[in-house]
Structure formats: C-alpha cells, structure tokens
C-alpha cells in the first residue's frame, strides 16, 4: 500500500466519528465529498463540491464559501502550500447543541488518535496529518453555534492523480425514506437476477433513516403486524454499501451461536416465503448498490447470480 493511499485510508478512517445527537447536516465523512481536488482553477489546490452542498440546501456563495440561509450553517474552506505540504482548513458552522456523541468516537480506540485536549484530536503519518478542533460559545444573529474545525495536511502529488476527486453521490445523512423492494429474473440473462430498492418520499409499509453518515434503521411490520426495527451500517461512495448489524447471542457453551445467514441468491418463491421478517430485508440489505438519483426517488440496484445459493453461517455479534 502506497503511503498516499494509506493516508486517503486513515483520512476516511479518522473522520467517521459523529452520531445522530449531534445530527448536524455534514458529519466528518462527508469531508471528501463537500470538497475536490478536480477541475480546479489555475494556482486552486482545492475547492468547494457545489452540487453536494446544494442537495443539503447550502448556497453556492463562491469556491471557497457555502451557506444554508435557512439554518445560517456556514461551511468555509481554506487552501495554503508550503515546503510541498498541501494543508487544507475545512470549516463548518453549526447551530447543534450536543459534542457528546462525537468525542465519544474521537475516543475510540480503533481510530488510535491522539487526545490533545477536550476539545483538539489528532492522528499523523509521516508527512500526513489530520485533526479535528471543536471551537464553542460562538454566536450567530442571537443561536449558539459550534465550529468544527478539519485541518488536512498531505504531500502534495508528484503526478496528476485526485486526492479528493469530484463526488456526485446523495448525501444520505438525516434522510428518511419509504421504500419498495423488487426482485426479478433479468431479461438479458436467466442466471442473473436484479434486486432494487427504490427509496421515495410517499408513505409506504416499509421505512429506512439514515441516522448519520454511518448508521440506519429499519422499521417494517411484521406478519404479526407488529412493528420491528433492523440495524445496520452503511457507506457511501460512488456505491452505496449497506451491512446488518447482528447481536450477540451465546450458547450454553458461552461461545457465540452460530446464525445461517440467507443465500446470497434465493429463489423469488423462496425469497417471497420470508416477506416481512428480519431474513427477508436481511438478503436485500447485505449488499452493494449502484446509486440513480431521479430526483423523487432514487434508485438502488444490484445484480446476483444462481450459483452463489449456499447460506453462510456467521457467528452472531452485533457490529460495534
């Protein structure tokens, strides 16, 4: 692994920190999407990703300011080169009272940053760094608002390569949605089968939130028509990756059980016997889809194969 993706890597790694209590409209993952290396101006080391902010309801102000005058949320950015280190400033303004959630997963030790302070986290590599500095006890027209202040620094490249390429994704943080499930043989291939989630607006039987920039939820009715709700993780990037969190169950052992996880391929009889149980939204929820945006709805889709039937057993341990 070059260090120059080992760097990308931890940036991604080290800015997935927030929750939904400190629901504010960009979470620190979303760093590589409000920003872009591409199609820069000449002497622009970097610049803001105008599309991203609009879907989020911030105006374009120019390329280095965007702001949401709805919220008064306020998202800057800062450029500087010096001794061939890139160093980049994002700023966001935001009117969210709780830090709690978010220094709570600053503090994670999978993350392996280092606490300067209450209110300053850091994480470097050789000639990368990264850091985070909440700023509070700001006030804007009269509302208490925090600063999160994101510094990047990097190497700038010898070659022409993105360090932030430009993202057209949805940002899905915050979001709710209805959704409707489809799964049919394709019509160019009788071995392949489409699966699709169409994510709208309209009320429907089933319900998905996306929580922040990492978490969702599930809430369906049962066949007893009781409500159930599924957790799970989900990333997104060009694809958008879903995963089911699972929970720990122990045999009498004390060694965790053993859960039999749906084919990755089923059926469409077979796959209709589990509608509206956790098994059901498990096998479309496991998964990575291609994203189209069509503006009401947006459509998820994927593809699988009848050769890959067999289930996979998995011990049962909640993602933390």
Known sequence: MTKLIYIKFLIILFLGICQKSFSQEFYPTNISSIITDENLLDKQLAKLNKSYLFK???????????????????????????????HLTINYLTFRNS??????????????????????????????????????????KSKPFYLIKTTIIYEKPRDNRYIFPLKTIYPFQNTTWYFDLDYKISKSNSEENIIKIILK?????YKIMFLDDINFIIIFNNVKNISEQINGKYYNNSNIVFSIDYEIRKG??????????NANYLKIIELNKLKNTKKYFEFFFNRTFQIEDDGNKISLETQVYNDEHNPIQYPTIKAQ
């Open 201 to 205: 607006k309209d009320k429907s039987n």
């Open 56 to 86: 989020k309801g911030f105006e374009f102000v120019n390329d280095s300011i965007s702001v949401n005058k709805n919220t008064l949320e306020k998202i800057t950015l800062s450029t500087t080169e010096k001794d061939n280190l890139i």
């Open 99 to 140: 830090l709690l959630n978010l220094k709570k997963r600053l503090q994670d030790p999978e993350l392996n940053l280092t606490k300067i302070n209450e209110n300053l986290y850091e994480i470097k590599y050789e000639k990368y760094e990264t850091k985070i500095e909440i700023i509070k006890n700001l006030e804007v």
């Open 252 to 261: 009498q052992n004390g060694m965790p059980n053993v859960q039999e996880i």
